[in-house]
């Protein structure tokens, strides 16, 4: 079992910025990844970035390209999601995830509880 604990949300102004972070614990292996998607009210869910934590590979959703910068740190076994030029748009909670990566994409397997992160215009 994999345990994930997100921080850092909260309210900003357009344009801000914000830096998530998630503690994992339990088992799991270097092999895999660790992603974060986001759902606003009323909307899908969203993919938003996922990085490997063998080699630090990220892949990011178009809407946040550019601006979202994900990162890992294997020794603190905790990732984060950087979040610069904060739009409106962005508002949502978001969700630490713990998955793999397939020839069709980033797949989570576990997640975290989510983190309310609010941008004001």
């Known amino acids: 079992q994999v345990q994930l604990v997100e921080s850092g949300g909260g309210l900003v102004q357009a344009g801000g910025s914000l830096r998530l972070s998630c503690v994992v614990s339990g088992r799991y292996f270097r092999t895999d990844s660790g992603g974060w998607f986001r759902q606003a009210p009323g909307k899908e869910r969203e993919f938003v970035a996922a990085?490997?934590?063998?080699?630090?590979?990220?892949k990011y959703g178009d809407s946040v390209k550019g601006r979202f910068t994900m990162s890992r740190d294997n020794a603190a076994n905790t990732l984060y999601l950087q979040m610069n030029s904060l739009k409106p748009e962005d508002t949502a909670v978001y969700y630490c995830?713990?998955?793999?990566?397939?020839?069709?994409?980033?797949?989570?397997?576990?997640w975290g509880q989510g983190t309310q992160v609010t941008v004001s215009s």
């Open positions: 990085i490997s934590w063998g080699d630090g590979s990220t």
């Open positions: 995830t713990q998955g793999s990566w397939s020839a069709i994409g980033y797949s989570p397997d576990y």
